[in-house]
Each structure stands twice: as C-alpha cells, then as structure tokens.
C-alpha cells in the first residue's frame, strides 16, 4: 500500500494513478509543484475529492476515506476521462445523479466496515431544504430493542444489486454513539451531541446543504483538508437554531395534499437524489380524486406543511395537477420525464440552477 503524508509531487504525472489500487492512502493534503491541488465534487460519482490533472489529459478524483481513533482506513477514487479544464463538472455530474424511492429503501440492510448493524426502518428529513439527514436502523438482535440514527455523511454507497447501504463505521462506533430517542422529536441539542461524538462540523453551519459544501460527504472532507477550511463547530447551538426542523417520512406519507382550489391526493412516497440526499419529489397518489394516477411534485412548488391538519399545501391548481405527467413507479425517472414535468408547469428545472439557488428556493413554511 502507498502511503503519501503532506508529500510535495513535483508533477501530477510523478505517481502513476492509472496503476495505483483502490486502497491508495493520503494522509493530510496532496501537492503538485504549483498549488495546492483543488477540492470538487467527482461527476462519476457524486462526492468530494481532491482532483489532479494526469498526463494522459484525464484527471483522478482521490476521495477520503473513514476515521476511526484518528486513523485514516483508507481513501478510494475515479479516474475521469475528461480532456481538460473546460469541462463542465457540474454538467457531467448530473448524468451520474440517481433519484431512488424512499419506500423502496425502506428495510434494506446497513453495514458497518465490521458487520451488519441493521434494517433501514426510515428517514428523518429536514423539512426547510427537503434533505435526508439521517437514517433510522432498527439493530435487531445485535442492540436488542434499539434504534439508531446514521448520517448520510458516512454511508459509502446505496448498492442497488444486493440491496443494501454500506456505512464508514464500526460497530464499536455505533454501540457506544448517544442513545437518541427516536420516538420523540430529534432535537437541534440531540444532534449536536450525535455530531460532537463523531467530531464532525454541524451540517446546519456554512450556508450549504450540508455546512459550506453540497454533498453530505464534504464533511468528512474537513478532517483531509488544511485547517482553514476546517468548519469548528460551537460547543452548542445558538438559541436560533434550537428547532432541528426534522420530521419523519413516516410520518409525512398520508398527509393529503391541498391544491389552491381543493385536495387532490395523499403523500405515498418520496424521491430522493443519491448524491445530495436531497427529496426531489414528493409521490402523490390522487386516487380518490382522479382514480389510477401518481403525480410528482417538487418540495419548492410546496408552501405550506401543516402539522395540525396533516396537510401539504401545494402551490398548484387541480387542473394542471390533472393534465400533468403520470408518474409510473416501475420506470425510472429520466431528465427527458423531469423536463416534460417542469414544462407542463412552466416552471424553471432545478437542475438548471445553482447548489446555493436551489437550496433557496426549496425552503417552505409550516404550521
């Protein structure tokens, strides 16, 4: 195994990465003999890495890899085959992005580096920029009776073959994290004893998605970084930020859906983005109203959530919602799909827009 420790590289070129194998190890922060080499977010598969240039005009992504007592287990990366800097990153990004049924990863198996750790039972999102922020897995037998919370921050993939999630942690890890009730509200104070364990910038800090960056991975990205791009996260949070605004899918799925001029339907399902673990799309089935038909509608076209009503106020008419595109759970949902959907509504694609612009449009009130 290569180990590399704050190593200057005079040239990229210098370390052949076409030969170097998948348990390459870089401890602190890799240099070429110009500049520090930049940070981005890999289009082949979503996360944050350091990127190099190599000479054979394509570029290598080296991703960090999980912390356990301080020690660095190992880092994995993509090698792109792009011809140079004007690539559009953002733009290869999007053909890699998945959109996955929260229903349909609702029981699958999680893994720790050591062991099985449970079944996904469900997801807390927040309910301000429609993000995932946690799984809750059910331990079975292994913590009898206990529920635990596990961040997007650490799982590593959503393997579609074995049907499973694979999570950079152990099991010594997670038996010991903080016992947080999750058949209570999870408070803004519960999280911030959740992260301080793991030692982990707040993700509700920096003004991203996931602290200053878009991708729940670019917080475990602080750790390989210099210090200044370290996010220190305060001791505990400011009276401002006490409401976590987390809710339950579980709890969200039958809430009807209120159009401007009357209900159309019930929440089924979400849709969730496999890279930003943001929801996409809430499932609305609107068969007592307009029998056989499940529509799709984004978090930013939602103005309200009422608690109290167990309603979902929508910003759209019944007969728009009528004429709309029909979702069909058994298809995958293509850009070809998304693109007719914001067409017949005349609305802006989320893909066309920036991380920070998105993040802005999708926050929605409650009740």
């Not at 190890?25 to 977010?41: D, E, F």
């Not at 733009?91 to 929260?102: F, H, K, N, P, Q």
């Not at 694609?349 to 926050?363: A, C, L, T, V």
């Amino acid at each position: 195994m290569q180990v590399f420790t704050n190593r200057k590289i005079d040239t990229p070129s210098a370390i052949d990465y076409t030969t170097v194998p998948a348990g390459l190890v870089i401890r602190g922060h890799l240099w070429t003999g110009q500049s520090t080499v930049s940070t981005v977010v890999c289009p082949k598969c979503g996360r944050v890495g350091v990127a190099s240039p190599l000479a054979n005009g394509k570029q290598i992504i080296v991703h960090s890899g999980s912390e356990v007592d301080g020690a660095l287990l190992g880092v994995d990366y993509c090698e792109l085959g792009f011809d140079g800097p004007g690539t559009n990153l953002k733009e290869a990004a999007r053909d890699t992005v998945m959109l996955l049924s929260i229903k349909g990863l609702q029981g699958y198996p999680i893994h720790a580096i050591d062991g099985l750790i449970g079944e996904v039972e469900q997801f807390y999102f927040d309910d301000e920029t429609w993000t995932v922020r946690y799984l809750v897995v059910d331990t079975g037998h292994w913590l009898t009776g206990r529920r635990v919370l596990i961040s997007p921050i650490v799982i590593r993939e959503i393997d579609q073959k074995t049907k499973a999630f694979n999570a950079g942690l152990t099991q010594e890890q997670i038996k010991n994290s903080p016992d947080i009730d999750t058949h209570r509200p999870v408070s803004r104070q519960d999280e911030a004893e959740y992260f301080n364990y793991y030692g982990w910038p707040y993700y509700w800090y920096g003004g991203g998605l996931w602290g200053g960056g878009f991708y729940p991975n670019a917080l475990t990205m602080a750790n390989a970084l210099p210090a200044k791009n370290v996010i220190e996260p305060p001791s505990k949070p400011s009276d401002e930020q006490v409401d976590s605004h987390l809710c339950s899918t579980g709890a969200v799925t039958n809430y009807h859906i209120e159009a401007a001029d009357g209900e159309i339907g019930h929440v089924e399902d979400f849709i969730m983005d496999d890279h930003t673990w943001t929801i996409r799309y809430l499932v609305v089935n609107t068969h007592n109203w307009w029998p056989g038909k499940r529509i799709l509608v984004p978090p930013q076209w939602i103005k309200r959530l009422s608690w109290g009503e167990s309603k979902v106020y929508v910003d759209l008419d019944r007969e728009s919602i009528k004429s709309a595109p029909r979702y069909e759970s058994s298809s995958l949902i293509t850009r070809e799909f998304e693109q007719r959907l914001y067409g017949h509504y005349g609305r802006p694609g989320y893909w066309n827009m920036d991380p920070i612009e998105q993040n802005s449009n999708r926050k929605s009130q409650k009740s």
